[in-house]
């Protein structure tokens, strides 16, 4: 679902680049805090550049074109990206969820959301907005709170790669997914066995 103030043309001009955010998560809830790689030893922001914020909500599908966003928006994402990852990583652990930023999330969520606007000429509907960011933020605390307080809550895992823990919901049939990233943490994590065994071999001889 894409958000769009009325009447707002699509900015055409625009450099996609399909690899600098992941959304591999298993849902949108948890692709936010995914935006931080590598929170175990040396947190990587991939939002910290230029203008990549309003890049993330485009290419999550939150938005038409680039939004621009004030720094006291951009703020306002990272405060409910954060508390977004403490309240998964409570869950993943089993623990009470905390209840300052159980708070934050509900009053994001307060926000009322977009409407679907049907244009005659062409027949296609847009999703039309006042405040695009005020909405996305609102789509993302509601879809937090309906993973946390529902069923999935329990598929939520950490990533078993030490230099990661980024959380992910677990949707595989056997339950068992162990990596965030199976291209990254779970070659790294295979060619670390392999590594060690040779070794092992190699002490032997």
Known sequence: MTLAKPDEPVDAVCVIKPTEFRFNAGCLTLDVPATVRRRAPEPED??????????????????????????????????????????????????????????????????????????????????????????????????????????LRSQIKACAQDDCHMVFLDSSRSSRRRWFSMDRCGSWAKGAIFRQRHKGKGHEQ
């Open 46 to 151: 991939a939002l910290a550049g230029p203008g990549a914020p309003a890049r993330w909500f485009r290419d999550a599908g939150l938005s038409e074109g680039l939004v621009p966003l004030s720094d006291a928006e951009e703020q306002d994402l990272f405060t409910l990206r954060e508390e977004i990852w403490a309240v998964a990583d409570a869950a993943r652990a089993d623990r009470p969820l905390p209840f300052a930023p159980v708070e934050v999330i509900n009053k994001g969520a307060a926000h009322h959301l977009a409407v679907p606007h049907l244009d005659a000429s062409i027949g296609l509907a847009r999703i039309i907005a006042d405040d695009p960011f005020r909405t996305a933020l609102a789509m993302i605390a509601r879809d937090a709170i309906e993973l946390f307080s529902g069923p």
